[in-house]
Nanobody, 124 residues
Framework: QVQLVESGGGLVQTGGSLRLSCVAS????????MGWFRQAPGKEREFVAS????????YYAESVKGRLTISRDNTVNTVWLQMDRLRPEDTAVYYC?????????????????WGRGTQVTVSS
């Protein structure tokens, strides 16, 4: 059974930084595409970033390019989201997701394993 556990969320001021972590268990980690998604109050869950299995190829939502960085270490079953120059509009619950399928790594529908999420709040 796949388990994804996020950590690292919190309250930060505009312009600040946070680093989210997601540890996976019950998986052969390098078989999985990993993604980060977020959901703000009253809004649908949206794509933030994803990283492919072993190539390290990354994808980002336009709104976070140049500010957020996804990375992974297959030896410790962990994916990170480094968040810099945060803005109030980045406030959301951030979810880690994993899939062994192939397809559009930006699509929420590709992912069939989800963590419980971690809250990120950016104050103005």
């Amino acid at each position: 059974q796949v388990q994804l556990v996020e950590s690292g969320g919190g309250l930060v001021q505009t312009g600040g930084s946070l680093r989210l972590s997601c540890v996976a268990s019950g998986v052969i980690f390098d078989h999985y595409i990993m993604g980060w998604f977020r959901q703000a109050p009253g809004k649908e869950r949206e794509f933030v970033a994803s990283i492919l299995r072993s190539s390290g190829t990354t994808y980002y939502a336009e709104s976070v390019k140049g500010r957020l960085t996804i990375s992974r270490d297959n030896t410790v079953n962990t994916v990170w989201l480094q968040m810099d120059r945060l803005r109030p509009e980045d406030t959301a619950v951030y979810y880690c997701a994993a899939t062994a399928s192939s397809g559009n790594a930006r699509s929420l529908r590709l992912y069939d394993n989800w963590g419980r999420g971690t809250q990120v709040t950016v104050s103005s």
